[in-house]
C-alpha cells in the first residue's frame, strides 16, 4: 500500500510540474516543451516511456515536434541477471535452458525498458534469439495505469475544460497498447499473421516464430543476419531496395489487406541477395476488404486528379459521414490535389494528400480511429524511406502507371475525374454485381422489404431551436410554480418567520422564482427574440 501511495505522489508531483513547465514555456519557448514532456515520462520508467511511443502514433492529437520527440523515446535500463532470464525461459516452457537450447548466451545482445535478447542455438543448428520480459513488468504496467487512471480522473474535476479531449478513452487505448507491447504471444500472433502475407513475396521476409516456443513473457524466433536498411543509402542497390519495398507494400495494402505498421529503418534489413527483411511485429494493420477497395480507389483518384472520387473513397474508409456536404468538401480536396501538382514530382506525397483530406472541416475534437492512424503513419514512414533511399523516385508517376493494376487487386472503381469514360463505366459495371447482393442481402434482414435511409441537411439549427424554446418553457411553467407556491405559503404563517411576519418557506420560493426568471429574462435577451 505504501508503495502504491509513494507512487501514486510520484505521478501526481511529475504531472504538476509538467503542467507548469506548460504554462511557463508555451508562449516563451513552446520548442523545448517536447524535450521536457519526453524527459518526465523518461522519468516515470518503463510504463510511461511505452505509453509516450504510444501517444506519438496519435497524429490526430499532437503536433509533429511532439511526435517526433515521442516516438524516439527511449530509457537506459541496464540489464537483468542471466540467471533471472534463465528462470523465466524455464517457467515459460517448463523445461531446463540446456534442453531447450545447444546453447544459450548469458550475454543479452540488446536490454530494453520492455524486455532484453539473448543469442541462442537450437539442437538442430539454427540460430535464433530470445526475447524475455522483464521480471514484474505487468505488474508494474497494471498499478502504473489504475494510478493513471485515477490522475486522470482528479485532472478533469480541477480542469473541467480537460473532459473535450475524452483523457480516460486515451489511457484506456495507449493501455491497451502497452499491454500488447508487453505481450510476446500477442507479437508472435502477428509474426505468423505476417509470415502467410510475406512469404510468398519473392523480394521480401521476416523472422519466424520458433514453434512452439511463444508465451506471454519468452519469445523465441529466427537470427536475422541482415544488415540495416540505413546501410544502403546512396548505394547502387537503393534503386532496387525501394522497388521492392514499394511492392511489397502495394501487396499488403491492397491485396493481403494486413500490412507490417511500424516499417522505420531501424526495423528494416536487407540481405546480400537484394532481399529485404521486416523485423518487430508489435504493431501490424489490418484492412478489410471494404477498406482495401476504398484506399485503391483512393490513390487512383489522387493520381487522376479526381476530386469527387477522392471524396467518394474518404467516406468508404470512413473519414467523413455519407451526410457530408459535397460541395464544400470537393471544393477543399480540389484545393488540397492541385497544391500537392504544383511540387517538384520527387517531393508529391500521397500520405500527406491522404491526411489533409482527412482533416478537412474537423475541429478541435478531431480523433480518427486507431487502424485508420496506423495506415496514415504507415503510409508516412513507407514513403520517407522511399525518399530515403531513392531520391530521385517519382512516386506519383509509378503509383499512376500501376493505378489500373492497384484497382484490379482491390477491385475498386469511383466514377469522374481524368480517366476515360470506357475505364469508368467498366469499373463501374465491375460493382453491379457487388451492389446487387449487398440490396439483395439487406432485403433478406429486412424481411423482404427494401430499407431506405433518409438524411437531412441544414436543420441543424431548427433543432437546437426547438430544444432551447422547450427547456425555456419548462423553466417558465417552474418559475411559475413557484410563484403561485410562494404566494399560498405567504397566507399561512405556519413555520419560521422573517421580516417580522413572512414565512421563511414563501421567502425561499420567492427567491428562486425570481433567479430563474432573471436567467429567463437574460436568455432571451442574448437570444436577441422575444
Not at 142 to 147: K, T
Not at 428 to 433: G, I, S
Not at 468 to 495: C, E, F, M, P
Not at 499 to 525: E, K
Request: charge should be positive.
Amino acid at each position: 500500500m505504501a508503495g502504491t501511495v509513494r507512487r501514486g505522489g510520484q505521478i501526481a508531483w511529475a504531472g504538476l510540474k509538467l503542467g507548469v513547465a506548460v504554462l511557463r514555456l508555451r508562449r516563451r519557448a513552446p520548442d523545448r516543451l517536447p524535450a521536457y514532456v519526453s524527459a518526465t515520462l523518461v522519468g516515470l520508467g518503463t510504463t510511461f516511456v511505452k505509453l509516450g511511443q504510444g501517444l506519438s502514433l496519435r497524429w490526430d492529437l499532437l503536433p509533429a515536434l511532439y511526435r517526433n520527440a515521442l516516438s524516439q523515446l527511449h530509457s537506459d535500463v541496464p540489464a537483468f541477471p542471466a540467471d533471472q532470464a534463465r528462470h523465466m525461459v524455464e517457467q515459460a516452457f517448463g523445461a531446463p535452458v540446456d534442453a531447450l537450447f545447444a546453447s544459450f548466451d548469458d550475454r543479452p545482445l540488446a536490454a530494453a525498458s520492455v524486455a532484453q535478447i539473448h543469442p541462442a542455438r537450437m539442437h538442430d543448428g539454427r540460430d535464433v534469439v530470445v526475447k524475455i520480459t522483464r521480471p514484474g513488468i505487468h505488474a508494474q504496467v497494471q498499478a502504473d495505469l489504475r494510478l493513471l487512471r485515477r490522475t486522470m480522473r482528479v485532472a478533469q474535476w480541477l480542469w473541467p475544460p480537460l473532459k473535450r479531449h475524452r483523457p480516460l478513452e486515451l489511457v484506456d487505448e495507449l493501455g491497451a497498447f502497452l499491454r500488447d507491447e508487453i505481450d510476446m504471444r500477442h507479437e508472435a500472433q502477428n509474426m505468423r499473421r505476417m509470415a502467410r502475407v510475406l512469404d510468398t513475396l519473392p523480394g521480401i521476409t521476416q523472422p519466424h516464430v520458433v514453434e512452439p516456443y511463444a508465451s506471454r513473457d519468452v519469445l523465441v524466433q529466427d537470427r536475422s543476419h541482415g544488415t540495416r536498411l540505413k546501410a544502403a543509402y546512396g548505394t547502387a542497390a537503393a534503386p532496387a531496395l525501394a522497388r521492392a519495398l514499394l511492392d511489397a507494400y502495394v501487396h499488403q495494402l491492397f491485396g493481403a489487406g494486413v500490412f507490417h505498421a511500424d516499417p522505420h529503418p531501424g526495423n528494416l534489413f536487407f540481405f546480400g541477395d537484394g532481399r529485404l527483411c521486416l523485423h518487430d511485429f508489435g504493431s501490424i494493420g489490418v484492412l478489410d476488404p471494404a477498406s482495401r477497395l476504398a484506399l485503391g480507389s483512393m490513390v487512383e483518384a489522387i493520381a487522376a486528379d479526381d476530386a469527387e472520387g477522392v471524396l467518394d473513397a474518404a467516406i468508404a474508409l470512413g473519414f467523413f459521414p455519407p451526410q457530408v456536404e459535397r460541395r464544400s468538401h470537393v471544393r477543399e480536396i480540389h484545393l488540397i490535389l492541385s497544391e500537392m501538382a504544383s511540387r517538384p514530382l520527387a517531393e508529391w506525397s500521397i500520405a500527406e494528400a491522404i491526411w489533409r483530406v482527412a482533416r478537412i472541416g474537423q475541429g478541435a475534437g478531431f480523433r480518427l480511429p486507431a487502424h485508420l492512424l496506423s495506415l496514415i503513419r504507415t503510409l508516412f514512414l513507407v514513403e520517407n524511406t522511399l525518399r530515403a533511399l531513392d531520391p530521385d523516385l517519382d512516386l506519383l508517376g509509378t503509383l499512376s502507371a500501376q493505378a489500373a493494376g492497384i484497382a484490379d487487386i482491390a477491385d475498386a472503381s469511383r466514377p469522374g475525374g481524368n480517366r476515360p469514360l470506357a475505364m469508368r463505366l467498366a469499373r463501374t459495371a465491375r460493382q453491379l454485381p457487388q451492389i446487387a447482393t449487398d440490396l439483395l442481402r439487406q432485403a433478406q434482414l429486412s424481411d423482404g422489404r427494401p430499407a431506405f435511409s433518409v438524411h437531412h441537411h441544414g436543420l441543424t439549427s431548427t433543432q437546437e431551436a426547438l430544444a432551447r424554446t422547450g427547456n425555456r418553457l419548462a423553466l417558465a411553467l417552474i418559475t411559475l410554480g413557484l410563484y403561485v407556491s410562494g404566494a399560498l405559503l405567504s397566507l399561512h404563517s405556519d413555520g419560521p418567520q422573517v421580516f417580522g411576519h413572512m414565512p421563511f418557506l414563501a421567502v425561499v420560493a420567492f427567491t428562486a422564482a425570481g433567479l430563474l426568471s432573471l436567467r429567463l429574462v437574460a436568455a432571451i435577451a442574448r437570444s436577441g427574440h422575444l
